[in-house]
């Protein structure tokens, strides 16, 4: 009698299957955690990106704002930008009219900007109306003032500049930087001269 020997070989051992499971499984966690280390990159780029911007915005507005600061295309008097150290008021005849008109339908023309330290935030207020929020996470909002020499001066009738300095800084802490926190911060600033207050 023949003994024939009878093997199959369409599937895999066990063996073969623990080996491909676990290079699966190791695929898988190097997949799994470049994926990860991706999204925190992303996610604090974005922390990044906002903050700038929200800096950036704040500037922008507060830089064009003080432009027109004294403007008085009728002659009257008005005070431009009056001396505080810590807020920025600025008046301007924006509609021509002669008279400075803090609320209404008229444009708003007495501006001011003030830093509110416990919520970190730079408020802008139309007159006066309720003052609103212009930036969130702000550390520091600077102001300074300088006479038609380029000193300081804290005489209102002697501004002929004003410099600003914003700090902001990320909403949530970077785990991947150490400084601050983890939080990161970005600084920006300008001289502005208002052309009107030299008249």
């Excluded at 915005?57 to 600061?69: P, Q, S, V, Y």
């Excluded at 002697?158 to 990320?170: K, L």
């Amino acid at each position: 009698m023949k003994c024939s020997e009878n093997r199959n070989t369409g599937g895999f051992t066990l063996i073969e299957l623990l080996v491909s499971m676990g290079l699966g499984v190791v695929v898988l966690a190097a997949v799994t955690t470049t994926f990860m280390s991706q999204t925190r990159f992303y996610g604090a780029q974005e922390q990044v990106n906002e903050m700038e911007q929200n800096a950036r915005g704040a500037l922008d507005l507060i830089t064009r704002e003080i432009k027109m600061a004294g403007y008085r295309p009728t002659g009257m008097t008005l005070t431009g930008v009056t001396y505080s150290s810590t807020q920025l008021q600025i008046q301007a005849d924006l509609n021509g009219n002669g008279v400075i008109t803090p609320v209404g339908t008229e444009p708003n023309e007495i501006i001011t900007y003030a830093f509110d330290n416990t919520n970190r935030q730079i408020t802008r207020q139309d007159g006066t109306a309720t003052a609103q929020v212009l930036a969130d996470n702000i550390t520091a909002f600077t102001i300074s003032y300088l006479d038609s020499d380029g000193d300081s001066t804290n005489v209102t009738a002697d501004i002929r500049q004003v410099s600003i300095s914003i700090t902001a800084t990320t909403a949530k802490p970077d785990p991947n930087y150490t400084a601050n926190s983890g939080y990161r911060t970005y600084i920006v600033s300008a001289t502005v001269t208002p052309t009107n207050l030299a008249l």
